[in-house]
């Protein structure tokens, strides 16, 4: 069965670092793309981090500078190191992957279950 499984949520302090990671597992042929995305309380999940093999990541603005994505292709696995948190960062912190499972099928997006993170002031 693939699924998604993230690690590492927590609360903290704000100012503190946090590292997130997760990891696809199951039938997997090849995955595209990898991604994080939250969703702050009472809003709409966003996307904020990307990173696709062989190019470099993509963040929205409030990330650059704080977060960094990276990702394992060999264990199908990205990484979040996030710095300097702020209580605006708490969140629901969802990985996503596009993926496919074999070399004919399409590309499809998987989810993982999400991972709290909350930073107090």
């Known amino acids: 069965q693939l699924q998604l499984l993230e690690s590492g949520g927590g609360l903290l302090q704000a100012g503190g670092p946090l590292s997130l990671s997760c990891a696809a597992s199951?039938?997997?042929?090849?995955?595209?793309?990898m991604a994080w995305y939250r969703q702050p309380p009472g809003k709409q999940r966003e996307l904020f981090a990307t990173i696709i093999s062989g190019s470099s990541p993509d963040y929205a603005d409030y990330a650059k500078g704080r977060f960094t994505i990276s990702r394992d292709s060999a264990k199908n696995t990205v990484y979040l190191q996030m710095d300097a948190l702020k209580p605006e960062d708490t969140a629901v912190y969802y990985c996503?992957?596009?993926?496919?499972?074999?070399?004919?099928?399409?590309?499809?997006?998987?989810w993982g279950r999400g991972t709290q993170v909350a930073v107090s002031s």
């Open positions: 996503n992957s596009n993926l496919r499972v074999s070399r004919l099928a399409p590309y499809k997006d998987y």
């Open positions: 199951g039938n997997i042929f090849d995955i595209f793309v």
